[in-house]
């Protein structure tokens, strides 16, 4: 079981220099992510005066977050893991995938980096407002946390399956682009409800900068119940179990 792996850490592994460029990793990889998917929206909205959310837009809010997601997780891959996100951080703990201390260190940089990602917004705009996640008209902040479960559920199995999972194969090769698209699908779901954030940082960011908390609760509660059953779920049916014996690459 997942549970049963679950590590506090040492006092010590927070200093090792491996730890800290993991952090600065998460930071710099938050840092992309944060400016390309919220610049996005920012730039939808000077283009059209701020004027009401259209399909296109969330097209467009969709196609940004996939694109800078698939970078940012791609370049931090080899050093953090590429995390770029406190929920996929705290499902990897839950299944015993990094400690406790390390999982407080990455939630610091990511948090900082999406911080830092949207003053250099209102810093490069002119003042323009980074916009805080909200709930749209006539969504509950329960009828939120089930969105974000569910769609937190989704991205972290995809992690999961294709970078967590000793058995992934060369499948490992495509975990930065499948993690993408997973997010950009569940935007273009449930970007229209509550914005689709999946992601605490993504969601504190603008928070921070804007200054406006309102049902701010509901972009952590969700997202980390997703992560946490997502990865007791896998973990438990998929890397637990030795019954599954990949087919060689040769085969595909």
Not at 9 to 21: L, M
Request: charged content about 10%.
């Amino acid at each position: 079981m997942a549970i049963n792996r679950i590590a506090i850490g040492s006092a010590g592994e927070v200093n090792r220099p491996d730890a800290i460029r993991a952090a600065f990793a998460e930071f710099f990889s938050m840092v992309i992510f944060v400016f390309a998917g919220q610049g996005s929206g920012m730039a939808y909205g000077k283009l059209t005066g701020d004027g009401p959310a259209t399909p296109s837009g969330l097209v467009a809010a969709s196609l940004s977050h996939a694109f800078a997601l698939f970078v940012a997780v791609s370049v931090g891959a080899n050093v953090s893991g590429g995390h770029v996100n406190p929920a996929v951080t705290f499902g990897a703990f839950v299944g015993g995938n990094i400690t406790l201390l390390r999982a407080i260190l990455y939630w610091i940089a990511q948090l900082l980096g999406a911080v830092v990602a949207c003053l250099l917004l209102k810093v490069s705009t002119g003042g323009m407002e980074t916009a805080a996640f909200s709930l749209s008209h006539g969504v509950t902040p329960w009828n939120a946390v089930v969105f974000e479960i569910v769609m937190t559920f989704g991205l972290v199995y995809t992690v999961y399956a294709t970078a967590v999972d000793p058995k992934k194969g060369d499948i490992g090769i495509i975990a930065p682009l499948a993690i993408g698209l997973i997010v950009g699908a569940n935007i273009l779901v449930g970007g229209a409800f509550d914005g689709a954030s999946m992601n605490p940082a993504v969601s504190f960011g603008p928070a921070v900068v804007s200054w406006s908390w309102t049902n701010h609760w509901v972009y952590w509660v969700g997202p980390f119940i997703g992560a946490a059953i997502a990865a007791i779920v896998y973990d438990t049916i998929f890397i637990d179990s030795n019954g599954h014996e990949p087919l060689p690459s040769s085969d595909f």
